[in-house]
């Protein structure tokens, strides 16, 4: 018997609503814009929106500093419109699910505010310390002089992750930028207010959650036991805290139990799989996650640093999650976010093979196990940004660490750097949607608050939906596989075995469910990768074996139908979907 259930079957597409559609002319996408994409994302067929933050917010990290967790930040426009979408989404059966920025607010939440004066009730709602004065001054510029930041944590964004308070004369933390304190978890006033809020956005009609950082909730011991810290713990040992189970387990009981949603977890670290069945798994608090395992491959330590990736690592991680969560649990598919670079820059070929490797991708987004995931743009493979110069950054996780290291000296100049930042960037997900060959892609009349990618005039969805062996075609073909065919079953809740587990560039295998299977052969290189499909590994006889080609991102052509052969021979970016019989 199937465990089914709505969002093991959804295609979920996200969208990053400064970037997708202006339609005030202030060159900042907007809700009204996305109301005017509505046919569009009908059209595409997918089943379940993610929005990025549309809360209010000073934009310190683009909305994921929330100084109001109840009002629509001005510049995406006010509540009636986000209810207009709401309405317009559900008219066309498409879901929504907001973000849950809950593991800090903004320093202008009115909770913040008012925790700078000590005696208020709302100084406990955040995590104040103490400096250490027993290790000399900190030679840095943020507290006085007699004292370092309580432990020695670093912000994701670069820099100590401790500020100081003047009027407090203590030190928050920020695990994130300056203007993202953490809450205080530990006080159970920050649980109910952050529970209420909650129902407060599931009465109004949503369909569950993407939490932020979730895993981030509960500080170790060192922390939350001590003042100052003990400074024996390493900023990674924020994940998973003590407590982190339990503050899901409640948020569980008190919120999401009884009401048919989604809630989706962003787990940072790696985590083992014991812990993300505790989350995700039949009696865990969560439907599923998202981990970092395979996007954190080719990152070095420094946001400038790269490293090479192979398909073997690439393989390797999804193979452990998908054997991982086979039994209990679900998983997550995605390659790209607003928080990474663009995927066909990323894991395909975004020059002579653009095309073919971005269906590629798309074909191991939708034939692995688990709920699959389209950044908007990715549906037409848009491509990271060419950035010549630290101006056209927006990004804080970019700029900061970026200007820190031109000060100091560590770097000496921007162009040592701008090849590593143009793979890393998070602003290369960010540029706008492009539309159309106009000149700002159709995304704004007025100026863009971040640079238009000059290949917009190849490189946009009016063109992709003209032309029928489109990216954009072929992502709709997939989705039409997965939910509404003889094989939808088998592509949502087959078994996955993966065949040849050390080929370098070709990645195969077959998802099992009864007598129905789907052999999926990728080749993930320029040149034509010969596979071969062991006999031993699966109860098949290639010689005698039935294959009915499904979809291939060469078209259905002789060389793809002809598989009464022992070996295939792919050719470059080769993506090929078979049912066995
Ligand atoms: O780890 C990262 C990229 O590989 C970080 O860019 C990112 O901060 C991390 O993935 C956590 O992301 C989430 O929380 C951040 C916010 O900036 C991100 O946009 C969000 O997705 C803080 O709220
Ligand atoms: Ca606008």
Known sequence: LLDRAWWKESVIYQIYPRSFNDTNGDGIGDIPGIIEKLDYLDDLGVDIIWLNPVYESPNADNGYDIADYQSIMDEFGTMEDWEELLDGLHDRDIKLIMDLVVNHTSDEHEWFVNARDPDSDYHDYYIWKNGRTDVGGFTGHLGPEDEAPPNEWESFFGGPAWAYDEDVGKWYLHLFDEKQPDLNWENPDVRDEIFEMMEWWLDKGIDGFRMDVINLLSKPDSVTK??????????WETFDGPRMQEFLDTMHDRVLEGRDVFALGEMMG???????????????????????????????GEIWETNEWT?????????RWQYGLAEDGWNSIYLSNHDQPRLVSRFGNDGEYREESAKLLATLIFTLRGTPYIF??????????????????????????????????????????????RHNSRDNARTPMQWDDSEHAGFTDGEPWIGVNPNHDEINVEAARADEDSIWHYYRELMELRKDSDVSDVMVYGDYEVLINDHEEVWSYVRTLGDERLLVTLNFAEWEGHTWIPEYEVDFNPHDMEAELLLCNYGADERATDVDAEAFDLRPWEARIYRLK
């Open 226 to 235: 001590h003042d100052p810290p003990l400074n024996s713990t390493e900023v």
């Open 311 to 319: 398909l073997n690592d690439l393989r390797d991680s999804f193979n």
């Open 270 to 300: 790696r985590m083992d799989m014991e812990t993300a069945i505790d989350y995700v798994g039949r009696d865990g608090p969560l439907s599923t996650l998202f981990h970092f395992d395979h996007v954190l491959l080719d990152h070095g």
């Open 376 to 421: 908007q743009g990715a549906e037409i493979g848009m491509t990271n940004y060419p950035f010549d110069s630290l101006d056209e950054f927006r990004d804080v996780e970019t700029i900061n660490p970026v200007r820190n290291a031109l000060e100091s000296g560590e770097i000496e100049n921007f162009d040592d750097i701008k090849h590593g930042l």
